[in-house]
């Protein structure tokens, strides 16, 4: 794409005049609470230093301090170029900082964020001055059940599927100039049936300059070749425009436009300008992609076809930095991998994942569920806090097309007493139509696995590990769970009391989970497998019966990697193969009796 630019953390909103302040910066435990009071924003000092953007667990932090620290504090320097401050407001984005984020600029408080999965900015303009700058920021962790945490453990000592915490900066700390009239954000929607795009423009510039003078130029492409320019006037500081996607090639033939598939993914080229006369203001560069994803009755339809989904449970963690990549090239390596398998998707599970995984997915053609990370206590804090982090992650990530599906609930994580409180079952219902209110395009899961309330895919996981067992489950008795009439996984039951069965797509979207029994400390799903042999028949046997099932759309296998005492991935945190991957990828894409071409 036009706009890459290795490494920037924003791939779908670009600029040229940005700085990535990842690295090494001054750092401090602050275990008594003090550093507000004694105003160490004003004055800091430390001994200790690490490495951005690696939380202090973690190998590649030059930490790794595993125990438990809520407090914490970082510094550095900010050189900044005094001449651009005049057109220009400097900003500073924070890709994620895990839980509540403090920032102070030489010595002046900045701003706060809360919310350990979304980026987040501070406009520093009026604090900062030509030449060094003193950047400092504290963030404030806990063990809180109520806030949203994923895969975090909230006891002394990982535990099950919990992991050790990630506290502090975990993504990319970076700065920008960014013109004071500018674009603040472009919401892109692509229309297959009459074949347009339909952008939600947001603008920054003082209200007497939004009379109809701006104008924002949009210019589309593909592969080179001009597709459209339009102009919009800047009448408010938000306004609509429709563009048609109609493909003129040299001779003038018109071509539906080209669409965006896991076989074929292809990408537009646009980039925006605000225009004051002819003068150039602001220039953003982006992508998109024509395609549609939307539920017809039982099926879900990527552009007008059905789509059956081979997804892998895939959650993001790595030996010596945890949650967050080691480098762009690691996350390209992971998309490359569950290609190699016969994956056409996967779920990005209890994180929310760096954007240039998003991109990269958009580049590779890789389907992606968007999952919220979990609370696991119900209150009216944690609904709070919840809501505004979820929309906070949905807003961020719209317009990227290879998420097809918003997952916001897993396995009533949070909400325990979903199946007959009413409470519980509102705030999934609440969470469902907010999430709608934004994206009226992708179906919405809640609750994933169980327990169902409204939800837009009826979801299923099931880790029983004799595929006889399985199949008869969910094929004899297949109306019997989809009516709510028997239990299916544990005692649970397929939808929350006073719900039921209208007619949506079902996918398996958990099984599998098979670890090796080679003497390795860590557990999976089931007795393990004693050799490579027990595992491919074991494997084999479990998901050609899901492909079996043929009122069923899809699956999601557990999962992509190992993780920490979880060893149950088909490669190990070091992403190396445990089978021959060209065995996973003939399974996955074996044609099966069932109405699905693969």
């Not at 109520?146 to 002394?156: A, E, M």
């Not at 203001?281 to 989904?309: H, K, P």
Request: aromatic fraction near 14%; hydrophobic fraction near 35%; include cysteine.
């Amino acid at each position: 794409m036009k706009c890459y630019i290795k490494d920037y953390p924003r791939p779908q909103f670009v600029r040229k005049q940005w700085e990535n302040l990842n690295g090494t910066w001054d750092f401090r435990f602050d275990d008594q609470n003090v550093g507000e009071v004694q105003k160490w924003y004003e004055n800091f000092n430390s001994e200790l230093e690490i490495q951005v953007p690696f939380t202090f667990e973690t190998k590649l932090s030059g930490i790794q301090d595993e125990t438990r620290h809520d407090n914490i504090w970082y510094h550095r320097t900010l050189l900044v170029d005094g001449s651009k401050l005049e057109d220009n407001n400097y900003i500073i984005h924070f890709e994620g900082s895990d839980f509540v984020t403090k920032v102070w600029v030489n010595g002046q408080y900045a701003g706060s964020h809360r919310g350990g999965y979304a980026r987040f900015s501070f406009d520093i303009t009026k604090l900062v001055k030509d030449g060094e700058n003193e950047l400092v920021v504290k963030v404030e962790d806990s063990f809180d059940m109520q806030q949203p945490r994923g895969k975090q453990r909230w006891l002394n000592e990982v535990y099950l599927c919990w992991y050790i915490p990630t506290t502090g900066i975990w993504k990319t700390v970076w700065t920008e100039y960014v013109p004071k009239i500018s674009l603040s954000s472009v919401k892109m929607t692509p229309n297959l049936t009459d074949f347009y795009l339909e952008l939600e423009i947001n603008a920054i510039a003082p209200e007497n300059r939004l009379n109809g003078d701006l104008m924002v130029e949009t210019i589309i492409s593909y592969k080179g070749t001009l597709v459209n320019k339009t102009y919009t006037a800047l009448t408010s500081d938000h306004v609509c425009a429709k563009i048609d996607m109609a493909f003129k090639n040299n001779e003038n033939y018109v071509y539906p436009a080209h669409v965006w598939t896991p076989q074929a993914p292809h990408l537009y080229d646009i980039e925006f300008r605000v225009l004051d006369n002819q003068t150039v203001l602001d220039e953003v560069g982006s992508y998109f992609a024509m395609r549609e994803i939307r539920i017809d009755g039982s099926e879900i339809l990527l552009n007008g076809r059905a789509l059956y989904q081979r997804l892998i449970l895939d959650q993001g963690y790595w030996e010596d930095s945890h949650l967050t990549p080691p480098s762009e090239e690691a996350l390209i390596e992971d998309i490359d991998k569950i290609h190699a398998m016969g994956y056409n998707g996967l779920r990005k599970h209890q994180k929310t994942e760096d954007e240039r995984f998003l991109y990269w997915c958009d580049v590779k053609g890789m389907l992606v569920w968007c999952e919220a990370p979990s609370t696991f206590q119900f209150s009216d804090y944690a609904v709070t806090e919840f809501a505004t982090e979820w929309m906070e992650i949905v807003k961020q990530n719209y317009n990227h097309p290879c998420i097809i599906t918003w997952t916001p609930i897993n396995e009533s994580w949070g909400v325990s007493g979903i199946r007959a409180k009413r409470n519980e079952q509102y705030f999934t219902e609440a969470i469902y139509y907010l999430t709608k209110s934004f994206d009226t395009m992708r179906p919405v899961i809640v609750n994933d696995g169980w327990e169902h309330t409204v939800s837009d895919i009826i979801t299923l996981h099931d880790y029983v590990q004799d595929a006889e067992h399985l199949g008869e489950r969910f094929e004899e008795y297949k109306d019997e769970i989809l009516e709510n009439k028997i239990c299916f996984n544990c005692n649970l039951q397929a939808f929350a009391k006073g719900y039921e069965y209208k007619g949506q797509p079902v996918i398996i979207s958990e099984f599998g989970g098979i670890a090796f029994n080679n003497g390795e400390a860590g557990w999976g799903y089931g007795t393990k497998v004693n050799g490579t042999e027990d595992f491919i028949q074991r494997f084999d046997s479990l998901v050609t019966t899901v492909q079996k099932l043929p009122y069923v759309c899809g699956f999601c296998y557990t999962q992509a990697t190992d993780v920490q005492q979880e060893i149950n991935g088909l490669m190990d945190i070091h992403r190396n193969f445990k089978i021959e991957p060209e065995i996973i990828n003939e399974i996955n894409n074996r044609r099966v009796n069932c109405k699905y071409k693969r």
